[in-house]
Every structure is written in structure tokens, then in C-alpha cells.
């Protein structure tokens, strides 16, 4: 599947902020550049080691964190640097004036105004369009710069993940974001020269680490130690990173379409898996519903159900007293009509019949 039907994919589902990442991505590949971004924690060593790959003494080192500022390293015959302010405004420094910036000591330049830094190098390992990327660090106080850092990250199409201690769990966090987006991840272990041989051999301390990179990730762990001083052994390493960018920057096109393919891939494999999730979701809810249905209906069925046996048993009850005061009122009526001929035989045998009298009850009849 290639860029455009990911971007129409991530139209039609409403994911705009994916959208315009592929469309960032779309219009790197187009201008041909690759962004290759140095990623870790603030001073293990990352601009110290972007010095030593291009053997220049370009970038700041042992700067205060709240120096740090996204700088873009690219190719430029004429060597200098830009400074993009937030505002919106950008000023030409000089390249030998870089470090000033950094440390914030260069005059009317406050490096909280600064959005990023473009940095023009006529490097060779630049010149087919490799573009290396100094972060301030995962663990910088500048927010700005900060975000600026991650949506790098986004861009790249490769990440150098910088080490300069075993990984800790600010690591594994941005290590699993990195590897869930589809970016391949360049683990580079600095400070080698400063593993105790005392305590452990540094071979095996190395596997360790690679052992622990290994449970973060699911691609293939490549990690290169190193040191970024001159007088270690583990110096010599740097030659690795050298020879992996030019290995990329002769591959470069081939590089930029896997990297975005890889990328496109992973957007499109998130919403298959997030429209499962629904489509699952949805099943569950209807299936929730028929199960609340039917518990409705069979609730309602036990209460007609029971509605009819009291109305049976209410009809019986009614019947029962109705028998029972139908045989009242009998027995009452048969008690009056005996207590009334008692009476009336009393009167008549209280009576002395005479002819006048007979002839009075003749003549009522």
C-alpha cells in the first residue's frame, strides 16, 4: 500500500492528525531527505557524539538542560546557521557563533524565543539528503522544545537511540512509542569507557543491555557502544555509525520509500486492530442489549404471570366470599322467617277467637 492510499484510508476514517503526518512525510520524500534523529536522554552524550560521526566540533557539549534546542543538520555548500524564532521571524548566525546560542550567551538572542535551529554543513555523508537531528532530550525543561523533539520523531526515518547509562523506564516508555510507530531504531550505548572492570566485564555488561533492549522491541536490536573520548578504546566504534550512514545515504531513495512504506504500514495495521476493537465492541454491546432484552421480557412475563395468579386467586377469594355471604344470607333469612313465625304463632295462640273476630279476619282476606 503506498502514501496516498494511506492518507485516503486515514481521510475516510477521520484521523486528521495522521493525515498530515503522512502528507509530511509525503512531502519529504519528495524533496528527498532523510531524517535521521538522535533521541535520548540529556547529557548522555548525543551532540558530543554528532561531532564525533562528522569529525567537527559543530555542536555545544555539557551544556545546561535548559540550553537545549532542536537543531537540523543539513547539507549546504555555503556553512552557517539559521535560527527560526517562534514569532515567526529567522536570523542568519554565523556557524562559529552556534555554541553562543546554546549556551545562551549570545547578545538579543533568548533561547526560550527560539523555535528550532538549521544548521548548513558541505558534509559529504549530508550532500544526498540525510538529515541528522540533535534533540534537546527526553528530559528537558522547555516545553516547547520538548514537543518540537517528539514530533521529530514522527518525521524520521530512523532513530538513534542514545544510551548513556543501561535503559531505565523513561527508556522503555519512548523506546516502545518509537518501535509501535514502524521506525527503525539505532541503539548506541555511549560512555563504554566508564564501565567498571572491576566489577563485571564490559562485554557481558553490553550484552545486557542489548538483552534488555531486546523484551522493548519488536524489530531486531542493533546496538553499537561507544565513547565519545579519543583516548578509549570503544572510540573506534564511531566508524560503525560513519559506515551505516554512508551505507544509507548511497541507498538513500530505496531507504526513503521502505522507511515510509514501514510507516504507512504501521498506520493502517493501528486501524485494522482499533476497527476490530470497535466491530468487537459493538458485538458485545448488542450482544449486552439482546441479554438485557430478553432478561426484560422474561421479567415482564414472570410479572403477567403472576398478575394472572393473583387475579385467579382473587376471583377464587371473591367467589368464596360471595358463597360465604350468599349462605349467610340464607341462614339469616331462614333465622328471621323461624324467628317471625314463632312470634306469629305466639300472637295467634294469644288470641280468643270470637265470631266477630272471625268474620273481621275473613272480610282482610
Given at each position: 500500500m503506498d502514501i496516498k492510499q494511506?492518507?485516503?484510508i486515514a481521510k475516510w476514517i477521520g484521523k486528521n492528525g495522521d493525515v498530515l503526518e503522512m502528507e509530511r512525510l509525503q512531502k519529504l520524500a519528495k524533496d528527498g531527505?532523510?531524517?535521521?534523529t538522535f533521541w535520548g536522554h540529556y547529557s548522555a552524550g548525543k551532540s558530543k557524539l554528532i561531532n564525533n560521526i562528522l569529525s567537527r566540533d559543530i555542536l555545544p557539549v555539557q551544556s545546561r538542560e535548559t540550553t537545549a534546542a532542536l537543531t537540523y543538520i543539513r547539507y549546504g555548500k555555503f556553512e552557517e546557521c539559521v535560527v527560526h524564532f517562534i514569532s515567526g521571524e529567522k536570523i542568519d548566525v554565523e556557524l562559529s557563533k552556534l555554541k553562543e546560542i546554546y549556551q545562551n550567551t549570545l547578545e538579543n538572542i533568548e533561547i526560550e524565543e527560539i523555535d528550532y535551529i538549521e544548521v548548513f554543513l558541505e558534509e559529504e555523508?549530508?550532500?544526498q539528503g540525510i538529515v541528522l537531528v540533535d534533540t534537546p532530550g527526553v528530559n528537558t525543561i522547555i516545553q516547547r522544545h520538548q514537543e518540537l523533539a517528539i514530533d521529530a520523531i514522527s518525521q524520521s526515518g530512523m532513530i538513534v537511540y542514545v544510551l548513556g547509562t543501561s535503559p531505565t523506564k523513561v527508556d522503555r516508555d519512548f523506546i516502545s512509542q518509537i518501535d509501535n510507530c514502524k521506525i527503525d531504531i539505532l541503539f548506541v550505548r555511549t560512555k563504554c569507557d566508564c564501565l567498571n572492570r572491576d566489577e563485571e566485564d564490559e562485554n557481558l555488561s553490553i550484552e545486557k543491555d542489548r538483552e534488555s533492549l531486546s523484551k522493548m522491541?519488536?524489530?531486531q536490536v542493533r546496538?553499537?557502544?561507544?565513547?565519545?573520548?579519543?583516548?578509549s578504546?570503544?572510540?573506534l566504534n564511531i566508524v560503525s555509525i560513519q559506515n551505516e550512514l554512508k551505507e544509507i545515504s548511497v541507498n538513500l531513495k530505496e531507504r526513503i520509500q521502505l522507511a515510509?512504506?514501514?510507516r504507512v504500514n504501521a498506520y493502517v495495521q493501528g486501524y485494522k486492530e482499533e476497527l476490530k476493537k470497535q466491530r468487537k465492541l459493538i458485538f458485545d454491546e448488542l450482544e449486552g442489549k439482546s441479554s438485557t432484552f430478553e432478561d426484560e421480557i422474561r421479567k415482564y412475563d414472570d410479572q403477567l404471570e403472576d398478575l394472572k395468579e393473583r387475579e385467579e386467586l382473587a376471583e377464587k377469594r371473591i367467589k368464596s366470599e360471595v358463597s360465604r355471604s350468599k349462605r349467610k344470607i340464607e341462614r339469616d333469612i331462614d333465622e328471621f322467617l323461624e324467628r317471625s313465625t314463632e312470634k306469629l304463632k305466639k300472637k295467634?295462640?294469644?288470641l280468643v277467637w270470637t265470631p266477630n273476630l272471625k268474620d273481621e279476619a275473613r272480610a282482610n282476606l
Open positions: 494511506g492518507i485516503e531527505e532523510h531524517f535521521i555523508i549530508l550532500e522491541v519488536t524489530q546496538m553499537i557502544p561507544v565513547s565519545n573520548e579519543k583516548d578504546h570503544w572510540f515510509m512504506q514501514q295467634l295462640n294469644g
